[in-house]
C-alpha cells in the first residue's frame, strides 16, 4: 500500500495490487507521477508559477500517452503489459 499524492495516510488498495483508481499497467510508475505531482506542488508553493505550468505540461503529455496506451490494449483485448 502507498500514501496518497496529498501526503495523507496509504487507503487500502482494494482485491488486487495498486489503488482501485489507476491500472495495473501503470502501478510501477506510480512514484514517477507521484514525484512529478510533487514537483507541480513545489513550483506552485514557491510561487513559481512559470516553472508550474511547464510541470504540469510534462506530467499531462506523460499521462496522456500512459492513458493511451492502455485504452490501446484494452480495446484490442489485451491484457496487462509484464514489462
Known sequence: M????????????????GAPWRARTVDDTF???LAEHRAITEAVR??????????MLE???????TRIRQKIRRD????PRTD
Do not use: I, M, W
Open 2 to 17: 502507498k500514501g496518497s499524492c496529498a501526503g495523507g495516510p496509504a487507503q487500502p488498495s482494494g482485491p488486487g495490487p
Open 31 to 33: 512514484d514517477a507521477t
Open 46 to 55: 514557491d510561487g513559481d508559477s512559470e516553472t508550474a505550468r511547464l510541470r
Open 59 to 65: 506530467h499531462h503529455v506523460r499521462d496522456r500517452d
Open 76 to 79: 484490442n483485448g489485451g491484457g
